[in-house]
């Protein structure tokens, strides 16, 4: 039980600006929460509706922690307070409908809140649907919208919206929640939601293969006739997470590259995978040019897993253009 606001670690200065904002205004109105995944922009959200929705707000318009109100808000289960949270979907025309329908119903509070997670997965006809209503919401209306590739979200919507741009967290701010080591605290870039991912032996291992089948898929004719890999990549949920990996696993070759041979001691010690040392080793023999468009692909596709593309096509077409085989 608590004040929402009072666990979250970072974002003093944004926090005080949007506490200000809606201590003096009160006419409903969208705003955008944009910023790198797991920084906390969707419990800044949470916490400021916990302070609107709160029946006993304190003079310094804090929630109170305690109400009725408060704790409903803190369960999710606030009848003033819609959660929209795809997870890996898109927001679909029905989801649009059904905040519609949540908004037809007479509100008993003073407020009402849409928080809307990952926003760039909004669809155009959903997007669209909504659009009126974002556009110029009713007076006691606030929509969140939270993205970490806002200029995905349509433009009419990101235009009439009040953008606030989080940034990652520092190590200092970090430390204060986690008891990780620095080192793993440093190689998280100010996100919490990659620190488990660090610490869990499972993670590790997955990983592990994640670089290997890179390497697989890269340099290897036979992966072209080998049906095993197709299998697991059709698991749609480990996809985005796999990508983003092997990005930063290209970031540590370009590190390595790019140092002298004396540099090279000190270079690994900035590595995001320093226990996959041996797989980055063998990946930065290939030419810079080679690791950069990759890279460039790698990123192409992660956009592109907003509109749903086939993860073995992408794959596939990975390898058509850049394999690298054993004889270069
Ligand atoms: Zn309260």
Known sequence: MGVLLSRIVGHDDRIHKLKNYFSQHHAGRTFLFSGPSGVGKKQVAWGLSQILLCENKTPNFDACGVCGSCRRVEKKEHESLMWVDPDSD???????????????????????????????????????????IMEEPPEDLFFFLISSAPTQILQTLRSRSMKVAFQSLSVTDLRKISQASISVLNSVRGRLDLIGQKEDPEQQKEKKSWADELIYLMMNEEAWTDPDWRVSMKEKSSWPLRLQFWMSLLRDCRILKSQTFIEKAQAISILLHPELKSEVQILSQWPTEKIDSIFQKLLNYEKDLVIHRDSVLMMEELMASEQIHKSI
Not at 98 to 105: N, W
Request: overall charge positive; hydrophobic content about 50%.
């Open 90 to 132: 898109l927001i679909k025309i029905d989801d649009a409908k059904e905040i519609l329908q949540f908004l037809r119903l007479r509100s008993l509070s003073k407020f009402r809140i849409v928080i809307i997670d990952q926003a760039h997965r909004m669809n155009a006809s959903a997007g669209n649907s909504l659009l009126k």
